[in-house]
């Protein structure tokens, strides 16, 4: 294990948070709020730079990365930045309980969107501001972040990194820079949150309201800041969060390639194809299951289109009380919790390339048996898969479920919550979803889980985010012998 790298990019990190913490602190300014929340991000944000300075002493510049380390550095940056990112959730008394803070920063950073604060519209408008921010730095990735904006590493070691953090079964470069092509994937998110914004207004939204929203949003986040969620914003604002959640649930890699080469080539993305014909298929079922429950088409349509997209990119943000659909549209949402979006996007889920793989692979199994084992390749738009691929994504893929099961069973042990609410709050959490049904529906919120089960949730937003490894590999006792 390389320490001096390790050291060195917590502490590039931890300036990068230092940094970020002053955003907040601006609206601190321009709303006149109470002197608490000033403090709050100022210590929080000092703090940060003296670590940040305290882990730089005895580093060199030479900083050497690979596939192990890479894996740790993410696993410990994000437990670092969750760590010290509850700071001013405590200091400033919006949520004095640490355990309640911690929950909330790795829900706000693994754009999870669940929450254990009651009263939303009660907080300040910098802890709001704060909360969405979180979501829209741990949309693309922190990582990802400091590459595109502070490039320390060489373009050898840096695509480790990339790799811990982003999401999907494999990770490339979209040109010969590394520097290009985190910046690229940064400017294609920020475009995205700005045209949002823009067309939020537009639809008469307020400007912070509209700029909190889009940053939950293009994150897949779901952190509201009104308390009955969405439900009260007009129809037109609606239909742009719902285009948006789904546009944040694409791999953005396709956008750089939509603008290089042709739309044709953008949707003859085996992926993207699958991915808008199960968000149809969904949106089609519901709107007709729960049609007698809507006053026309129309709204049953909006109302499915809404949630499904919501549910499927797992941004969370809900109009409706799903949990009293009926149960065919209950088990559509449950079936989208788990299946995520696209690979590279900024959503959850076990990813729809994934089980486009699984599925394949099954098939693949039946034919050899009634082919005299005859062996095909499996492909993903005319190109055959390396079988490490296929292993990993099974890998991937039991790990999962077995992770699933484990949690829910750990919060189990409360004895305050019914099997419903603690798969689901899981199930939420491992997929970084957010609402789930039971006492953790889309109108409720945490807050009826005990500590300890909160802080096993909040891990388990971080491995669901980070896809397992960066975090389960902190665990073994391999992982820090040095080499």
Known sequence: MNYNSIRRTISRILLMQAIMLLLPLIVCIIYKENFINYIAFVATSSFCIGLSFLLKIKTNSSIKIGPKDGLVIVGLCWLIICLIGALPYVISSSIPNYIDAFFETCSGYSTTGSSVVKNVEGLDHSILFYRSL?????????????????????????????????????????????????????????????LEIILLIIGKNPLFDSICISLSTTATGGFSIYNAGLANISVYSQYIISIFMLLAGINFSLYYYLFIKSIKVFFKDEELRVYLGIVLLAVIGISINIYNRCSNFEEAFRTSLFQVASIITTTGFATVDFAYWPSLSQLIIIILMFIGSCAGSTSGGVKVSRMIIINKSNFRRIDTKLNNDRIKSIQINHQSLDSDIIHETKSFFSTYILILFIFTLLISLDGTNDLITNFTASLSSISNVGPGFGNVGPCSTYVSYSYISKFFLSIEMLIGRLELYPILVLFFPRTWQRY
């Open 134 to 194: 979180t979501q829209w730095i741990g949309g693309m990735g922190v990582l990802v972040f400091m590459l595109a904006f502070d490039i320390g590493q060489n373009e050898d070691t840096s695509i480790h990194l990339l790799r811990a953090e982003s999401t999907g079964p494999s990770v490339g470069k979209l040109s010969s820079k590394m520097k290009f092509t985190t910046r690229t994937l940064y400017y294609l998110y920020i475009g995205l949150t700005s």
